[in-house]
Every structure is written in structure tokens, then in C-alpha cells.
């Protein structure tokens, strides 16, 4: 049994190799650079943008989703739910036939993961550590749910913004926060958020996030631009420190507020289970 699956999964390997043709990394944008005051137009347009569409409780999708670390890259099809604020689930499946190899399930304190091919269940903690090993960015769990939706909260109010920049038909506002600093870009014409930079004490940006092919959703009763492709971007990440770790998600379909996830994983049936603190990486990473 073991010999038929490391051959099973040898197989999903070769099919999964045959998309990595098509590997997309992560798009910058240019950054405005034409330091300008923070008016009343503007500061309301920051607070709207800020809100992200508060209405927006669950998300039901499809999603293409291309993994470059320092020494690898991957290519794999997902199927993502997400509970605002609370839990997620992604279906991981790779190859030309779609072949599901993994259920990845997060919730506020735990990290469950299902080899599906190996029958092997990693029950872990949330944390920056464990989330590198499932999906090769340590962004924290709610960064990355927020990014799933394609909708991220901006906490800071308006009395936080040190500045303001135009340029490339967008707006940036920088704001401090506790750990540093973010750079918020927005598009005044869209009236949505375009890119989000965080940047540590010193200065140094940490992590890049930038939103794409915005389409317009009635959710609750309210139009909504929401972007398809999302993607991040973290400087130095992980244990290592070294280079530079991209997560693009680029949604073929999804829906929203069709139905809350289970605040519950199934547990699979004799799986095997391992300590997903003390495992060093995961088959598909």
C-alpha cells in the first residue's frame, strides 16, 4: 500500500509540472511620489475605502493560486471559503486532472491540514511559522483571510495619516501604526484600495500587497469592486530571512454571503496524526 501510494502521489508530481510553464509572479505598480495635503475630499475618501465593504460576511470561490519561495515554486488550483474574521477552508488540488491533495482548514488558534494523498491529519498552532509550511507565506492569519476576500480592513483612523502622495491616477496615505507604518493606495475614481505596504519601525518594507482586475459585485444590496487577482508579497520571510515570498490568488469564480463555513473541521478517518508545530515542511511546499 505505501509502494502504490508513493507511486499515486510520484504521478500528481509529473502532472503538476506540466502547468509550471504558466507560473505568474507577483505585478508591482508604480507608486505615487507628489507629496500633497490631506484635505476633507480626501480624508472622507480614506474612510470609506478604509471600511471595505463591511457587509461582506463569507466568501465561496475558485481560485488559481501560483507559491515562489527562495526554492520553489508552485502551481496549484484551490477551492477557498472564509468566514470573515474567523475561520477558512482551502481545497488544494494540482495538475491537468485536479487531482485534490490537500484540506486546509484555519481557524482563530488552530492549523488543520489533511494529506489527503498520504492519509496524514498536521494539527498545528496559527501562527506565522505554521502558515510558511502550508502555504509558504508567513503574513498572520488575519492578513491573509482578509486578502482571500479581497477586501482588507484599514484600522487607522484618519488622525493617523502622516502624509499624503498623488501620482499614476492614484492616492497614497501613510499611516503609522504600532509597528511601524503602512502605505495605503487608493484609486480616487474606483474609490477602492489598489496596494497596501507595511513597513517595520525602521522603514523597511516587510510586506506588499496589491489588488487587481477589480469587477463590480452586488453584496447585501450594495455594488462592490472587488478585486479578482490578489497578490502579497513578504520580505524576508520565515526562520531564514532570506529573499523574497510570493502569493498570487487569481479568482475564476466565487460568490458571497452564500453561507457561513463550519466553525468545525471534519476530521478525516484513520488519518495518522502529526504535530504540525514540530514538522519541518509539507509534502506540496
Given at each position: ?33 507628489e ?28 481560485a ?18 472564509v468566514?470573515r ?15 485534490p491533495?490537500?484540506?486546509m ?6 492549523l ?13 498552532s ?83 500587497l ?29 526562520s ?46
Amino acid at each position: 500500500m505505501k509502494r502504490i501510494g508513493l507511486m499515486v502521489w510520484a504521478f500528481c508530481l509529473l502532472v503538476f509540472g506540466a502547468g509550471c510553464s504558466e507560473f505568474r509572479s507577483v505585478g508591482r505598480q508604480e507608486l505615487p511620489a507628489e507629496q500633497i495635503a490631506l484635505i476633507a475630499e480626501y480624508a472622507d475618501l480614506y474612510r470609506e475605502v478604509a471600511a471595505a465593504s463591511p457587509n461582506v460576511v463569507s466568501l465561496d470561490g475558485y481560485a488559481d493560486v501560483w507559491i515562489k519561495t527562495p526554492t520553489r515554486q508552485k502551481r496549484v488550483f484551490c477551492n477557498i471559503r472564509v468566514n470573515r474574521g474567523a475561520e477558512a477552508r482551502m481545497i488544494v488540488s494540482v495538475g491537468l486532472l485536479g487531482w485534490p491533495v490537500a484540506d486546509m482548514f484555519f481557524s482563530r488558534d488552530q492549523l488543520y491540514v489533511h494529506d489527503m494523498i498520504n492519509n496524514l491529519l498536521f494539527v498545528g498552532s496559527n501562527n506565522d511559522e505554521n502558515l510558511e509550511k502550508m502555504l509558504g507565506v508567513n503574513s498572520g492569519y488575519r492578513l491573509l483571510s482578509e486578502s482571500l476576500l479581497g477586501l482588507v480592513q484599514i484600522s487607522e483612523p484618519v488622525s493617523a495619516i502622516r502624509s499624503v502622495k498623488k501620482g499614476a491616477g492614484t492616492l497614497m496615505f501613510t499611516v503609522d501604526t504600532e509597528s511601524g507604518s503602512k502605505e495605503i493606495v487608493i484609486n480616487p475614481a474606483a474609490r477602492t484600495l489598489t496596494a497596501l505596504l507595511l513597513k517595520n519601525r525602521e522603514g523597511v518594507t516587510t510586506t506588499e500587497l496589491h489588488f487587481k482586475n477589480h469587477e463590480t459585485l452586488t453584496i447585501a444590496g450594495q455594488r462592490t469592486l472587488v478585486p479578482k487577482e490578489i497578490d502579497m508579497l513578504l520580505f524576508n520571510s520565515g526562520s531564514g530571512g532570506n529573499g523574497e515570498h510570493q502569493l498570487v490568488i487569481s479568482y475564476d469564480e466565487r460568490s458571497f454571503n452564500k453561507g457561513r463555513l463550519s466553525s468545525t473541521f471534519p476530521l478525516p478517518k484513520k488519518a495518522r496524526v502529526i504535530n504540525l508545530d514540530e514538522a519541518k515542511a509539507l509534502p506540496w511546499m
